[in-house]
């Protein structure tokens, strides 16, 4: 099933108007049962994603950060529907993805993508790179005979830098680096709209990892691409991100333009976090640096009130109790950052960044 | 205690060289012949100096690390010439109870995941006593106060009840903590500690950096970090050691060389790292990649040659030596005063 519209354009889809809203996520939640027992009878449930609302708008990068286990990598998958949500909406340019049935399902998959972490397990051993990436060619039915596919598979492994000569290799004999622009090829032969990118660059060595985010950022500006760009590495994510979420068990704590999270968080996780980062410059001495003590809680069994309190330096009796919800807080100049703290606007953080000064300075 | 009121630095030349490595070689024999991971490899760390030895994957710093205990797998590896001094008796020489008895006593290792390194049949309070049992004449009772001394200083709470727990029933930061606890017992003269941080999450890894630090200062220890990062290298190190194929491609104070990086390849490795003032755009990749050691067997010249902006056609003929840049920045390239001149006119 092949809509006319997608025959149009041979380098790609349509770009959506830039700053249009592609996806909405709202009251988005994933449950994991425990099971004990032969019966394997529920008897808990892990809350990996606890409460996810946000929207994308096309074109931008939105980064979801967080730490592991906080739910940002499950939150990636259900926006495919590579896992099912326990309740929420999903709405893919206004249409409803959890209501599609297989069929719908499939030719929606063309839009949205995803490029794994680990290049080393997601692509198949015994396949060539030729085979690997006209696989959704041919799946999705974009092109006719062999030749066709053949050409396109050319011109797609041109463009993330691979030689086509290769094509007749296996995985084992590329790099790390080589093989996630294997895997991005294959996210782009479909010609999506909307990647998300879970951990695209972690498991790449340094002088790679920047080779890699470079395509992903020309391949952006080329074809009007937009990003979920999931990660744990807020230098990284400060680098590509427009906008950035940061996730904490289960839950969006913070959301705001990277800059400006940056430069002024408003949520003592955030600040933690961006106090936390190792900065590559040994002249800087920094003052007043946050280290959070202790874990993060077990997502099965978090604690009452707001998640972050257990940690948390500002917190009071009312942070044990209720929950806060994200909502906005007007920034001073003019404009919004959305804050799950019921102190946000009481507390006094540093940021990190070119705008804030070093220490006694 | 001198050092914790001092600091620490390679400045105090006073300080005994703890650990001096000289031209290094450990090969390891495969059927595709004969790979030379580390290749040559010399340097020193003073007491109560820290040294972050840096590379990417495959560069020979991990199994550096692993031959200063003689902990490479034999075979295929096998450390086939140089020096190991500590505190001046050569570790090669010894036999094999002598060198089990350096190991967890003057010289310790922390290693990048706890899971793996402690033992999971083992509970905590009996992993970390047989420490002290095989190194000192202690009984148990005087083994486990030390062991519950220990654990309160690298700030595991509720020590005692930690005493009967499992490694899998602790968190990664908690791990890595009974990590450094034990790598301590024994009060080593050096600490090895390689990539201590990179499975842990970024507040936990500022906890457990944190507790290094704290750690180095009250016991002066030498201490050899082995990292890929370079913000934990800015944090933590005196010294930086550069390695890339094998070989040291350079070496400087760690100011020097985030200031004037003089090897092409530790400039484009700065370069390609977003820190949090990079624009957009301005970060620029190193081109190719890391060579395989296989590859090296054929290679003449610098081993980075094929990657490198600054290569000549002498580059590719004659590997150059390690030669100083100044005092105490030592570089491997026949042009780092065009490297560091590049640098002046940006």
Same mark, same amino acid.
């Given at each position: 099933?092949?809509?006319?519209?997608?025959?149009?354009?041979?380098?790609?889809?349509?770009?959506?108007?830039?700053?249009?809203?592609?996806?909405?996520?709202?009251?988005?939640?994933?449950?994991?049962?425990?099971?004990?027992?032969?019966?394997?009878?529920?008897?808990?449930?892990?809350?990996?994603?606890?409460?996810?609302?946000?929207?994308?708008?096309?074109?931008?990068?939105?980064?979801?950060?967080?730490?592991?286990?906080?739910?940002?990598?499950?939150?990636?998958?259900?926006?495919?529907?590579?896992?099912?949500?326990?309740?929420?909406?999903?709405?893919?340019?206004?249409?409803?993805?959890?209501?599609?049935?297989?069929?719908?399902?499939?030719?929606?998959?063309?839009?949205?993508?995803?490029?794994?972490?680990?290049?080393?397990?997601?692509?198949?051993?015994?396949?060539?790179?030729?085979?690997?990436?006209?696989?959704?060619?041919?799946?999705?039915?974009?092109?006719?005979?062999?030749?066709?596919?053949?050409?396109?598979?050319?011109?797609?492994?041109?463009?993330?830098?691979?030689?086509?000569?290769?094509?007749?290799?296996?995985?084992?004999?590329?790099?790390?680096?080589?093989?996630?622009?294997?895997?991005?090829?294959?996210?782009?032969?479909?010609?999506?709209?909307?990647?998300?990118?879970?951990?695209?660059?972690?498991?790449?060595?340094?002088?790679?990892?920047?080779?890699?985010?470079?395509?992903?950022?020309?391949?952006?500006?080329?074809?009007?691409?937009?990003?979920?760009?999931?990660?744990?590495?807020?230098?990284?994510?400060?680098?590509?991100?427009?906008?950035?979420?940061?996730?904490?068990?289960?839950?969006?704590?913070?959301?705001?333009?990277?800059?400006?999270?940056?430069?002024?968080?408003?949520?003592?996780?955030?600040?933690?976090?961006?106090?936390?980062?190792?900065?590559?410059?040994?002249?800087?001495?920094?003052?007043?640096?946050?280290?959070?003590?202790?874990?993060?809680?077990?997502?099965?069994?978090?604690?009452?009130?707001?998640?972050?309190?257990?940690?948390?330096?500002?917190?009071?009796?009312?942070?044990?109790?209720?929950?806060?919800?994200?909502?906005?807080?007007?920034?001073?100049?003019?404009?919004?950052?959305?804050?799950?703290?019921?102190?946000?606007?009481?507390?006094?953080?540093?940021?990190?960044?070119?705008?804030?000064?070093?220490?006694?300075? | 205690?001198?050092?914790?009121?001092?600091?620490?630095?390679?400045?105090?030349?006073?300080?005994?060289?703890?650990?001096?490595?000289?031209?290094?070689?450990?090969?390891?024999?495969?059927?595709?012949?004969?790979?030379?991971?580390?290749?040559?490899?010399?340097?020193?760390?003073?007491?109560?100096?820290?040294?972050?030895?840096?590379?990417?994957?495959?560069?020979?710093?991990?199994?550096?690390? &692993?031959? /200063?205990? $003689?902990?490479?797998?034999?075979?295929? +590896?096998?450390? !086939?010439?140089?020096?190991?001094?500590?505190? =001046?008796?050569?570790?090669?020489?010894?036999?094999?109870?002598?060198?089990?008895?350096?190991?967890?006593?003057?010289?310790?290792?922390?290693?990048?995941?706890?899971?793996?390194?402690?033992?999971?049949?083992?509970?905590?309070?009996?992993?970390?006593?047989?420490?002290?049992?095989?190194?000192?004449?202690?009984?148990?009772?005087?083994?486990?106060?030390?062991?519950?001394?220990?654990?309160?200083?690298?700030?595991?709470?509720?020590?005692?009840?930690?005493?009967?727990?499992?490694?899998?029933?602790?968190?990664?930061?908690?791990?890595?903590?009974?990590?450094?606890?034990?790598?301590?017992?024994?009060?080593?003269?050096?600490?090895?500690?390689?990539?201590?941080?990179?499975?842990?999450?970024?507040?936990?890894?500022?906890?457990? &950096?944190? /507790?290094? $630090?704290?750690?180095?200062?009250?016991? +002066?220890?030498? !201490?050899?970090?082995?990292?890929?990062?370079? =913000?934990?290298?800015?944090?933590?190190?005196?010294?930086?050691?550069?390695?890339?194929?094998?070989?040291?491609?350079?070496?400087?104070?760690?100011?020097?060389?985030?200031?004037?990086?003089?090897?092409?390849?530790?400039?484009?490795?700065?370069?390609?790292?977003?820190?949090?003032?990079?624009?957009?755009?301005?970060?620029?990749?190193?081109?190719?990649?890391?060579?395989?050691?296989?590859?090296?067997?054929?290679?003449?010249?610098?081993?980075?040659?094929?990657?490198?902006?600054?290569?000549?056609?002498?580059?590719?003929?004659?590997?150059?030596?390690?030669?100083?840049?100044?005092?105490?920045?030592?570089?491997?390239?026949?042009?780092?005063?065009?490297?560091?001149?590049?640098?002046?006119?940006?």
């Amino acid at each position: 099933m092949i809509e006319k519209g997608h025959q149009v354009n041979p380098m790609g889809q349509m770009p959506g108007k830039s700053g249009d809203e592609l996806l909405r996520v709202t009251g988005l939640k994933k449950y994991f049962p425990i099971t004990a027992g032969v019966l394997r009878r529920v008897v808990g449930q892990v809350r990996a994603v606890e409460d996810v609302t946000l929207s994308i708008r096309s074109g931008e990068t939105l980064a979801l950060v967080g730490e592991s286990g906080c739910g940002k990598s499950t939150t990636g998958r259900l926006l495919l529907r590579l896992l099912e949500a326990t309740s929420g909406d999903i709405s893919f340019e206004g249409k409803d993805i959890r209501k599609l049935d297989r069929r719908q399902l499939r030719e929606m998959r063309r839009e949205m993508q995803i490029i794994f972490q680990d290049p080393f397990s997601s692509l198949h051993p015994r396949m060539t790179v030729r085979n690997l990436i006209a696989e959704p060619i041919a799946f999705h039915g974009l092109a006719k005979g062999r030749s066709e596919i053949d050409e396109q598979v050319d011109r797609l492994m041109e463009t993330v830098g691979l030689s086509p000569a290769n094509r007749n290799r296996y995985p084992h004999e590329f790099s790390g680096g080589q093989r996630q622009r294997i895997g991005i090829a294959r996210g782009l032969a479909v010609r999506p709209k909307f990647i998300v990118c879970d951990e695209p660059i972690s498991a790449l060595d340094v002088s790679i990892q920047a080779q890699v985010l470079n395509l992903l950022s020309q391949l952006q500006r080329d074809n009007g691409l937009t990003y979920l760009f999931i990660s744990h590495d807020l230098s990284v994510v400060r680098y590509i991100s427009d906008r950035v979420a940061v996730m904490y068990l289960g839950s969006i704590v913070e959301m705001a333009e990277t800059a400006k999270l940056f430069a002024a968080p408003r949520h003592p996780y955030t600040s933690a976090l961006l106090s936390a980062i190792p900065v590559p410059d040994p002249s800087l001495e920094r003052a007043g640096r946050v280290i959070l003590e202790g874990d993060v809680p077990s997502p099965s069994n978090p604690p009452p009130g707001c998640a972050f309190n257990p940690r948390c330096q500002f917190a009071e009796s009312r942070c044990r109790v209720e929950t806060p919800k994200l909502r906005p807080i007007a920034a001073p100049d003019g404009t919004s950052t959305q804050v799950a703290c019921h102190f946000a606007e009481k507390i006094d953080l540093k940021g990190v960044g070119p705008n804030v000064p070093a220490a006694g300075q | 205690m001198t050092y914790s009121a001092t600091g620490f630095g390679s400045q105090d030349q006073n300080n005994a060289k703890v650990l001096q490595v000289e031209n290094l070689e450990t090969h390891f024999i495969t059927r595709a012949g004969v790979l030379k991971a580390v290749d040559g490899v010399s340097f020193h760390i003073h007491a109560g100096e820290t040294v972050a030895l840096v590379g990417e994957s495959g560069c020979g710093k991990s199994v550096t690390a &692993l031959s /200063l205990l $003689r902990l490479v797998p034999n075979p295929p +590896g096998e450390i !086939v010439g140089g020096r190991i001094l500590l505190d =001046g008796d050569d570790l090669l020489e010894m036999s094999q109870s002598e060198i089990e008895d350096v190991r967890g006593d003057r010289a310790a290792m922390i290693f990048q995941e706890p899971l793996t390194a402690l033992n999971p049949i083992l509970n905590v309070g009996n992993q970390l006593s047989e420490v002290i049992l095989r190194h000192t004449k202690a009984s148990k009772r005087e083994a486990r106060a030390l062991v519950l001394d220990m654990l309160k200083r690298v700030g595991i709470s509720d020590p005692e009840s930690r005493l009967k727990a499992y490694p899998h029933q602790l968190s990664g930061g908690m791990r890595q903590r009974v990590m450094i606890a034990m790598a301590l017992l024994a009060n080593p003269a050096l600490l090895i500690a390689d990539e201590p941080t990179t499975a842990l999450d970024v507040t936990i890894q500022a906890q457990i &950096l944190e /507790l290094m $630090r704290d750690m180095r200062d009250q016991t +002066g220890a030498a !201490v050899l970090m082995i990292t890929h990062d370079l =913000g934990v290298v800015a944090e933590m190190a005196d010294r930086v050691i550069v390695m890339y194929a094998g070989r040291i491609v350079e070496s400087a104070p760690v100011r020097t060389l985030f200031a004037s990086p003089a090897h092409p390849y530790t400039l484009g490795l700065m370069r390609s790292t977003p820190n949090l003032t990079t624009q957009r755009g301005e970060l620029s990749a190193i081109p190719g990649l890391v060579p395989t050691l296989a590859a090296l067997k054929d290679m003449e010249g610098c081993r980075f040659a094929p990657r490198c902006a600054f290569a000549s056609q002498k580059c590719r003929e004659h590997e150059p030596p390690l030669e100083n840049a100044s005092n105490d920045q030592s570089v491997r390239c026949w042009h780092w005063d065009q490297v560091l001149a590049s640098q002046v006119a940006v």
